[in-house]
């Protein structure tokens, strides 16, 4: 069975960091590109990273340039992103997905439950 799991979110203080994991299993995900999306309540879901199977190909949606960065460790079959300066913004239930290379949601096929990220003061 495939699955990707997320990890990682939780409540903090605007400008605070935190950073999501998602662990990959029931195949390897080495040659898939992983991304991350996030929802907000009452909006669509919404593109955040995306990084190549190589890790050499990286693409950061414009309100997160600079201030997240994701990673992976194909070793270990799993994909990260660190989130600096958080701001109210940024709440939303964080996902993570794994396919071919791209920045919206239809372009993957395999999502995991999403995580919880909440930046209130």
């Known amino acids: 069975q495939v699955q990707l799991v997320e990890s990682g979110g939780g409540l903090v203080q605007p400008g605070t960091s935190l950073r999501l994991s998602c662990a990959a299993s029931g195949r390897t995900f080495s040659r898939d590109t992983m991304a991350w999306f996030r929802q907000a309540p009452g909006k669509e879901r919404e593109f955040v990273a995306a990084i190549y199977w190589t890790g050499r190909q990286i693409s950061y949606a414009s309100s997160v340039n600079g201030r997240f960065t994701i990673s992976r460790d194909n070793a270990k079959n799993t994909v990260y992103l660190q989130m600096n300066s958080l701001t109210p913004e940024d709440t939303a239930v964080y996902y993570c997905?794994?396919?071919?290379?791209?920045?919206?949601?239809?372009?993957?096929?395999?999502w995991g439950q999403g995580t919880q990220v909440t930046v209130s003061s």
């Open positions: 997905a794994a396919g071919p290379w791209g920045t919206t949601s239809d372009q993957y096929n395999t």
